[in-house]
C-alpha cells in the first residue's frame, strides 16, 4: 500500500488543534477497525451460514429465531434481505474484510496514503446509508428485527463516527476549524449517542412485542 508521503499542513494543524486524541492515531484507529471489522466479519459470516442452511433446508430454524419479531429467517424470505440480488451479508464480508486488512495496515506501521483514506471514507459512508436503510425496513416495512444484522448496525456506527472523525482531524476529508475540534472531542459521545437512538428506536417500535 502506497505511504503517504506526509499529511498537508492543513491536516497537521488540525490534527495538532485537536490535541491529538488516542483514537486519531494511527495505533488508536488501527484498534477501531479491528475491533470493528471482526465483530461486523464474523456477524456477516453466521448470517451468510444461516442463509446457506436454509437454502439446504427450507424448514431449517435459524439460530436466531427467538419470536416472530426477532426472526432471522423471516428476514430472509423478504426481498429487502437480498437488494442487489444476493444475500446482503456478502456485501458485509467482502467490507468488513477490507476494514479488517486495513488494521492489519496500520499495526504494521504502514501509513495509507490520502487517497486510500477518502476511499475508505467513500466506502463506508455508503456502508452507513446502505445500514440506515436495511434499519428503516426492518423498524417500519418488514417489522421483524434480525440479532446478527443489529450487530453489523452497531459495528458500522462505531466505525463510521470514528473514521470520519479521524479524516476530518488529520485533514484527509476538508472540514472547517469548528468541525475538527468539535469531533477531537466529541466523537466518542456522538458514537454512544447514535448506538443509544439507535437501541431506543429498536425499543420502542417492538415495545408491545418485548414487553408481551
Known amino acids: 500500500m502506497p505511504a503517504n508521503a506526509g499529511h498537508g499542513g ?7 488543534e485537536a490535541g491529538g486524541p488516542a483514537f486519531a492515531t494511527d495505533r488508536g484507529m488501527a484498534w477501531a477497525f479491528a475491533v470493528c471489522g471482526a465483530v461486523g466479519f464474523l456477524a456477516s459470516g453466521q448470517l451468510v451460514l444461516e442463509r446457506l442452511a436454509l437454502y439446504q433446508d427450507p424448514g431449517y430454524v435459524t439460530s436466531c429465531d427467538i419470536s416472530p419479531f426477532v426472526s ?3 428476514v430472509f424470505r ?3 434481505a437480498a437488494l442487489f440480488g444476493f444475500p446482503n451479508p456478502l456485501i458485509g464480508i467482502v467490507a ?3 476494514i479488517l486488512t486495513t488494521a492489519m495496515v496500520l499495526f504494521s506501521g504502514a501509513r495509507p496514503a490520502r487517497w486510500y483514506w477518502r476511499g475508505l471514507q467513500a466506502g463506508v459512508g455508503l456502508g452507513f446509508v446502505f445500514v440506515i436503510w436495511l434499519w428503516s425496513q426492518a423498524l417500519f416495512a418488514i ?3 434480525c440479532l446478527y444484522c443489529m450487530v453489523v448496525w452497531a459495528a ?3 466505525l463510521t463516527v470514528l473514521l470520519t472523525a479521524r479524516n ?3 485533514g484527509d476529508v476538508p472540514s472547517p476549524a469548528a468541525l475538527r475540534r ?3 472531542g466529541w466523537a466518542w459521545p456522538l458514537t454512544v449517542l447514535l448506538l443509544a437512538a439507535t437501541a431506543a428506536s429498536v425499543f420502542f417500535s417492538f415495545s408491545r412485542a418485548f414487553l408481551g
Do not use: K, N, S, Y
Open 10 to 16: 492543513a491536516g497537521t494543524a488540525g490534527a495538532r
Open 72 to 74: 432471522c429467517g423471516e
Open 78 to 80: 423478504t426481498w429487502q
Open 96 to 98: 468488513f474484510a477490507v
Open 143 to 145: 417489522h421483524i428485527l
Open 156 to 158: 458500522m456506527i462505531v
Open 168 to 170: 476530518a482531524i488529520h
Open 182 to 184: 468539535f469531533l477531537a
